[in-house]
């Protein structure tokens, strides 16, 4: 992750701890019984630490880095994860031991080669990498996804970032350099209304772009269009999203 985007995700720290989805448990307790022993997780780009607080049920320990410590002094709590100020990148000292490296909607923003050096180097022969993140919110619903595409292509479509193809891709083009193992479908619920679909919204990293850029926000573009849309074609809820995941094994 550049100073750009940390500048950016920091900021709006408060936002992303609020309104980004939390996973479902039904992730971490696969991601157990796929890494075998649970003694360590590490949660790489923990963010506000929505990752690290449902591993911290299934590990003995986890350890949670980012390299923003806005995001980190709001991540929840608990007596079995140690919170980190670091890079992806950096060089931790963990040497073949850890079981799960999870990355959670945050390996788009590492510098691959030089993570996955150290990925290698962290977990233990047959430990277990996993990298997951969700696409754009789409609720089935014609016409608000037309406005939701509006605001995704047309309105926002200069500020993403070269890393965006990645997850709105699915991580389906993500280099990853390890054995793949199948996973199971994961849904995570984002929104329980329009208002928390627009906060949700509100979290991400273009939406925050354009709003330093211009001095408003491009939310207050949609949002006559998507309350008279919302009303007459009001979606199943809560409205929930499916998560794309990459895992594999640390052959030897």
Avoid at 120 to 140: E, F, H, K, N, V
Avoid at 188 to 196: E, L, N, Y
Avoid at 200 to 205: I, K, Q
Avoid at 242 to 252: I, K, S, T
Wanted: charged fraction near 25%; hydrophobic fraction near 40%.
């Amino acid at each position: 992750m550049d100073a750009r985007q940390t500048m950016v995700f920091g900021d709006n720290a408060d936002d992303y701890r609020a309104f980004r989805p939390q996973y479902p448990d039904a992730l971490f307790a696969w991601l157990a019984g796929a890494a075998k022993r649970n003694r360590l997780a590490w949660d790489c780009g923990a963010g506000s630490g929505q990752a690290a607080l449902g591993l911290s049920r299934h590990f003995s320990r986890v350890l949670a880095t980012d390299e923003d410590s806005r995001q980190l002094a709001r991540a929840p709590k608990a007596a079995n994860i140690d919170y980190r100020l670091a890079r992806a990148e950096d060089d931790l000292g963990l040497r073949a031991e850890v079981d799960l490296i999870a990355c959670a909607c945050s390996i788009h923003w590492f510098d691959l080669p030089k993570f996955y050096q150290n990925a290698r180097r962290a977990l233990r022969p047959d430990g277990i990498i996993a990298a997951w993140t969700y696409d754009w919110p789409w609720t089935q619903i014609t016409p608000i996804d037309l406005i939701l595409r509006r605001l995704k292509e047309d309105i926002l479509g200069p500020f993403w970032g070269e890393n965006a193809a990645l997850y709105f891709n699915r991580y389906e083009t993500l280099e990853f350099p390890f054995e793949e193992i199948d996973c199971p479908p994961f849904h995570t619920p984002i929104a329980h209304s329009k208002s928390d679909l627009v906060r949700f919204l509100s979290t991400w990293s273009a939406v925050e772009k354009y709003r330093l850029r211009h001095g408003s926000d491009p939310l207050a573009l949609i949002d006559q269009a998507l309350e008279k849309a919302w009303r007459t074609h009001p979606p199943n809820l809560p409205l929930t999203a499916p998560l794309y995941m990459r895992c594999g094994v640390n052959a030897p």
